[in-house]
């Protein structure tokens, strides 16, 4: 998420995520309506585009995935978060120290300057782990450039680190991730660490905020988001099998990043409580839209389950707590 999206959000109380059909004829309001265009429960990229991060510059929207299409960072863009061009491979060049194949769930970050840094989840080849790298480039649709000459996250004895995020807390930015302990019958922490003025390195200790405890989390959480809600804030994070109906969306608010951390005891976004509309939900991202409403973005997969395709779904606030409402 970029930093800018977290500021902007500041001061909104927390969403309501509502599913929208189309039916009957519609003002020139609701026509101009991301979601309003597409069928409930239809994705606005139907290909295989998973782990979504969405970053908004002057009036366009960069939209960032996992590896697929010979692509190792999938990125797409849209003026108006509803028809999207695929556009090369954001990250086509990888170092000799990451292994070829799984590059998954890139965060794009607009800093300061305006240069934009990115965020990575890749294979390291010593140790054989999955965990976090850092690129960067001067055009949010890349081609990004990878930083350093090893991984920025790579704790060994948590089994890696995956999922990385971005967020802004009283003007410090704040890496997240999750320790990738489901590898290795370990826990599975959301943690984050301040990052440096340029976003290449981390400059404190880690904080652990969340893991899994319910039973509809399984054995993992991952996916972090965090976004700011007026003097405190919400994350939204997927848990459970990312391959079938069993992950879905969570959420968690605390007053400060060092928590206490209070969960939402179920899903708000999941394939049973959208009613099928949605299929293995996740990998969530939330987006301001050019109409001034928010948006949260995700993957869902194919009825057939051999794809996750890119999901767009307005949000709105209320209850200081995100509430998913499905149409009857």
Known sequence: MNSARSAALAGVSVAVITVFAVSGCATAAEQSAPPASVAAGAPVLNANFADPDVVEVDGTYFAYATNDNNRNVQVASSTDLLDWEVLPDALPDLP??????????????????????????ATNFAPTLQCIGVATARDPAGPFTVQGDAMIICPEDEGGAIDASTVVIDDVLYLVWKNDGNCCDLDTWIQAATLSDDGLSVTGDPIRMLKQTEDWEGNLIEAPTIVSRGSGLVMLYSANSYGDDRYAVGAASAASINGPWVKERVP????????????????????????????????????????????VAEAEWHADIPRVLIPE
Do not use: C
């Not at 999941?270 to 099928?276: A, L, R």
């Not at 991202?285 to 999901?311: A, E, I």
């Open 268 to 311: 708000i976004l999941s394939t049973e409580g959208s009613g099928g509309l949605y299929r293995g939900p996740g990998g969530q991202d939330l987006v301001f839209g050019p109409n001034g409403k928010d948006y949260l973005v995700f993957h869902g997969w194919d009825k057939d389950y051999t794809y996750r395709g890119l999901h």
């Open 96 to 121: 000799s120290w990451v292994i070829p194949g799984k590059t998954w769930a890139p965060e794009v970050t607009k800093l300061d300057d305006d240069s934009f840094v990115m965020y990575f989840t």
